[in-house]
């Protein structure tokens, strides 16, 4: 199993561009979260998904981030336009089941807006 | 969710168990003990989780007191590669809140 996949690994970009950050979840899993890690905030959940629709955003931070998930093996999560503060590490989870709090992580996307 | 409180860091010597705890007094009925790790750079990665009973698998034994306010996760033979933040969360949600965690520094 080769996990769950985010790419890209690394993202540089200039305020004001759009970021999109790719997920790929384990097959079979029916859940997909969306997590934001800062020194300042520490780990926050943005968004969760299951079977393909989204539960709970309550964890985005502004209209500029917005989530998709069309289909139950991808996902992205986009900022539009980027500013210097969502520099941060971007994780994706997945789980197998709803409520199972058994979530397998992504390597993460690194994120540095200039 | 239940709020959890653990130490800020703590120290091990290779090859010792590490015991980590986990006060959670508030905690609920139906709501159970999770931990995770996060080691530097990835991550974080499930190692174990409970209700009432201990559990053990191939990482880690959790303890869990009777009353349910308090937990500990050991790691029997910690090695450098167990270095790492460890969260304690309870939920029953199906939403992991990640607090600070514990700083787990295993030694030479």
């Known amino acids: 199993d080769a996990g769950v996949i985010q790419s890209p690994r690394h993202e540089v970009t200039e305020m004001g561009q759009e970021v999109t950050l790719r997920c790929k979840p384990i097959?079979?899993?029916?859940?997909l979260f969306w997590y934001r890690q800062t020194m300042m905030r520490g780990l926050e959940l943005l968004i969760y998904?299951?079977?393909?629709?989204?539960?709970?955003d309550s964890g985005m931070p502004e209209d500029r981030f917005s989530a998709k998930m069309p289909n139950a093996s991808f996902s992205t999560l986009k900022i539009q336009p980027s500013e210097p503060r969502d520099s941060a590490v971007y994780f994706c989870?997945?789980?197998?089941?709803?409520?199972?709090?058994?979530?397998?992580f992504g390597p993460g996307t690194r994120l540095l807006v200039l | 969710d239940a709020k959890t409180t653990q130490p800020t860091s703590m120290d091990c010597a290779e090859g010792r168990a590490a015991n980590l705890p986990c006060n959670h007094s508030?905690?609920?009925?139906?709501?159970?003990v999770y931990w995770y790790r996060q080691i530097h750079s990835q991550g974080p990665q499930y190692i174990i989780h409970?209700?009432?009973n201990n559990e053990t698998n191939e990482m880690a034994s959790l303890i869990i007191t009777e009353d349910r306010k308090s937990s500990t996760l050991i790691l029997p033979h910690a090695t450098l590669r167990d270095t790492a933040v460890y969260y304690c969360?309870?939920?029953?949600?199906?939403?992991?809140?990640f607090g600070k965690g514990t700083k787990l520094s295993v030694k030479p």
């Open positions: 989870a997945s789980s197998p089941a709803t409520g199972e709090e058994t979530q397998y």
């Open positions: 097959s079979g899993h029916n859940s």
């Open positions: 998904f299951n079977n393909n629709v989204p539960i709970d």
């Open positions: 508030t905690i609920s009925g139906n709501e159970y």
């Open positions: 409970g209700l009432k």
């Open positions: 969360i309870v939920t029953s949600q199906g939403n992991l809140i």
